[in-house]
């Protein structure tokens, strides 16, 4: 779906990451929320001086993107932004209570019982590769993340998604698991790789890919 400028959603993003970051950036997504229920949304790129001013942070008390408004709620945390586009789709939320709770219950567990330990990865491997402090750390860090994808492999056994449907319990579970930065540990869990690949080959998420990619201006000329 096309970005449109005169869309009610709104979604803020960095006009520019380092290469590493690309397509991993947060606004990914409710990027992708908005692809998966068939809602368009507007994009508004700002830097890096922006994100941090005192005007942005009361949108987004961090300074981070994204940031989101529609004509009823303006919002922050990516997780809060796919709940509020999936309510509008039948296809991201089950209309029933108990799905729909199944829905909020997997959306915080991705959140608050993989992500954290996912990041403690990445900030070694990514962030922190040749600190001693690191290397040492590596290794139960490495552990205790096998564990949560043990838990989580185990849970999804032969399912195709958390549910018995796509929802949008599985944009952000997938989108955690994208992080993982060791993929000879991810290969230990072909079911969680299975389902990480089976939710990034969505056409709504290689255009909410696309998207982002598309936004990033060049690397600056160096001079």
């Known amino acids: 779906m096309p970005i449109d400028p005169q869309s009610d959603i709104e979604i803020t993003g960095f006009a520019w990451v380092p290469d590493f970051a690309r397509g991993f950036v947060r606004d990914l997504r409710p990027r992708w929320a908005c692809e998966e229920a068939g809602l368009s949304y507007r994009e508004r790129l700002i830097d890096f001086d922006t994100a941090k001013g005192a005007d942005y942070r009361q949108e987004q008390p961090f300074g981070q993107v994204p940031a989101y408004r529609d004509a009823e709620v303006q919002m922050f945390e990516s997780g809060a932004m796919v709940l509020r586009i999936a309510e509008q789709s039948d296809g991201l939320m089950p209309r029933d209570a108990a799905g729909r709770y199944r829905v909020l219950t997997w959306v915080t567990a991705a959140l608050n019982s993989v992500e954290p330990f996912v990041f403690d990865l990445v900030n070694i491997d990514t962030f922190n590769k040749d600190a001693e402090w690191g ?89």
């Open 135 to 223: 290397r040492l750390r590596r290794p139960q860090v490495i552990e205790t993340l096998r564990g949560r994808l043990n838990s989580l492999s185990d849970w999804l056994g032969d399912k195709h998604y958390l549910e018995s449907n796509f929802t949008a319990a599985d944009i952000i579970m997938a989108t955690v698991l994208r992080e993982v930065s060791d993929e000879a540990l991810m290969a230990e869990f072909p079911t969680l790789s299975a389902y990480r690949d089976r939710c990034m080959e969505r056409p709504a998420f290689r255009r909410a890919m696309d998207a982002q990619l598309a936004s990033f201006a060049p690397d600056p000329v160096p001079v």
